[in-house]
């Protein structure tokens, strides 16, 4: 739900649990916003370099794989808060809400559970990573940093879906909603 100005409605907390998912969410997509602005600024200053004759940061394109990927996994929490992550909702658009809460307590639970499963795979390869001292060609970042970077982000996604799944199914729980 969006104003006319496309600015999002703040998500209306129902009890502390919520409080705090919220909080935890919105603290990393700041987080996220500012790596992003960061990123932005140093591809800024190699390519201002570049063209003035000064050269470009060393290892940009590396820096920016690593941050984007770090910094989009930020908004994932905040993104399952709101609920708005896609999903094709055609065939339940005529749907009773008794049941349109049951198929999305489901949808939540599956993607809780991709999630746990993605955060046991990513904790896995930053370990292996580490293990290899595997590092980038130009900067010689270590690659298991921006690895175990993206676990946090997964991981507040998962107890954000499952809390979601858990408001679905609990007939007196409402899932977090946006203000109007």
Partial sequence: MQDPMGIPHELVEHDKVEHYLIMAGKAMAISGGMLFVALIAMSLVSIIGRKLGFGSVNG???????????AATAFLPYCTLLGEHIKVDFFTENMRDSLKHLIDGVAELVLGGVAVLLVWRTTLSAISIYESGEVTTLVSLPLWIPTALLIPGIALMAVCAFYRAYAS???GKRVPEMKA
């Fill in 60 to 70: 940009d394109i590396e820096l920016m794989q690593a941050g984007t990927a770090v």
């Fill in 169 to 171: 199914f609990h007939p």
